[in-house]
T-cell receptor, first 114, second 111 residues
């Protein structure tokens, strides 16, 4: 979906380093999400934000942090506390009222350990 | 929270045959059930969704059925084509912002 841009496409992290993944959307969606995808597994929710300046933990939030200072942007920081960060990270957004709305995904960022 | 199980994990079909993927969910309050298709290294793309007030929905060769009593829903792909080869994910939510995904089904369409 051209309306959600994730960068970079590939990212390498050194041990003990924090890295930040970018997610920008121009769909005017209120809600944004971060998912982690491991090989052969489904998507697991890390954090989500229903509105600017508000966000909630998902199922696997430990070792990650987010901010939502602007409607268009929802960056994800993978901290050094996340001991197994190698995965495919997907950002999504949804519009409409409340939950239960179609989520549209970006192209993802593949994070690896150096 | 919601728990979604998806079967089978892999599915191989002859081109032109039908493919069926089944999912069960645990939370009886779930009311929105999307299906996503993900090609290798690409983003998941929404292909069809259904809400709990509808029992069946069809879009060309793709259909989804929902059985609220049994808490299961299925994706049906008819007249499969090579471009249908991908990983398919089901998901469910009770209407909050947390979407729970199944583990995925890898569909291979043999020419």
């Amino acid at each position: 979906d051209g309306g959600i841009t994730q960068s970079p496409k590939y990212l390498f992290r050194k041990e003990g380093q924090n890295v930040t993944l970018s997610c920008e959307q121009n769909l005017n969606h209120d809600a944004m999400y971060w998912y982690r995808q491991d090989p052969g597994q489904g998507l697991r929710l890390i954090y989500y934000s229903q509105i600017v300046n508000d966000f909630q933990k998902g199922d696997i939030a430990e070792g990650y942090s987010v901010s939502r200072e602007k409607k268009e942007s929802f960056p994800l920081t993978v901290t050094s506390a996340q001991k197994n960060p190698t995965a495919f990270y997907l950002c999504a957004s949804s519009g409409g009222q409340g939950g239960g709305q179609p989520q549209h995904f970006g192209d993802g960022t593949r994070l690896s350990i150096l | 929270g919601e728990n979604v199980e998806q079967h089978p994990s892999t599915l191989s079909v002859q081109e032109g045959d039908s493919a069926v993927i089944k999912c069960t969910y645990s939370d009886s309050a779930s009311n929105y059930f999307p299906w996503y298709k993900q090609e290798l290294g690409k983003r998941p793309q929404l292909i069809i969704d259904i809400r709990s007030n509808v029992g069946e929905k069809k879009d060309q060769r793709i259909a989804v059925t929902l059985n609220k009593t049994a808490k299961h829903f299925s994706l049906h792909i008819t007249e499969t084509q090579p471009e249908d080869s991908a990983v398919y994910f089901c998901a469910a939510t009770p209407g909050d912002y947390k979407l729970s995904f199944g583990a995925g089904t890898t569909v291979t369409v043999r020419a």
